[in-house]
């Protein structure tokens, strides 16, 4: 009897464990990317949403920083991408990236929001296969006109 359970415990366990990893969902990215319309470096009451925006997922190798995986996305009229990776990158450092603003006027990447880490692996306690990336941003080449209202109001909250 014992040889029996050791033989389904060295056989039939490791094959279970093996197919339970590939039956998971893929895992789906999600963010937006906006324009900062009042180049203050974070959303306002102004900000609007790009449509058509390029967006990448890439993941690096932890030791030599590499890239090892890329996906790419386009962001919807809502300014919401949706990123499909169908592996698990457990041992990488994962983070979506700007590539490209379809908007003339707001090319620049916003400094410290072109980019947003994300977790790419099963093996961390999150139950759901979607990833949630902080918004990102491109900097409208002028600032609009009531620009300068809308941030005097952030004054008065301090």
Do not use: W
């Not at 040889?3 to 963010?31: D, E, N, T």
């Not at 993941?59 to 962001?75: E, F, H, P």
């Amino acid at each position: 009897m014992a040889r029996v359970f050791l033989l389904v415990a060295l056989c039939v366990l490791p094959a279970l464990v093996s197919a339970s990893h590939s039956l998971r969902k893929p895992f789906v990215v999600v963010g937006k990317v906006y324009c900062d319309t009042c180049r203050c470096g974070f959303e306002t009451p102004a900000t609007t949403y790009i449509h058509g925006a390029k967006v990448r997922v890439q993941c690096k190798d932890r030791d030599s920083l590499q890239v090892v995986y890329n996906a790419d996305g386009v962001t919807d009229s809502t300014g919401t991408y949706k990123i499909t990776v169908l592996d698990d990158h457990e041992d990488e450092l994962c983070e979506t990236v700007l590539v490209s603003s379809p908007q003339s006027d707001c090319t620049a990447k916003s400094p410290g929001r072109d980019g947003s880490h994300v977790i790419l692996t099963n093996n961390n306690g999150i139950i759901s296969n979607i990833r949630h990336a902080n918004a990102m941003g491109f900097m409208k080449d002028s600032p609009l006109s009531g620009c300068t209202q809308i941030l005097q109001q952030y004054q008065e909250y301090q």
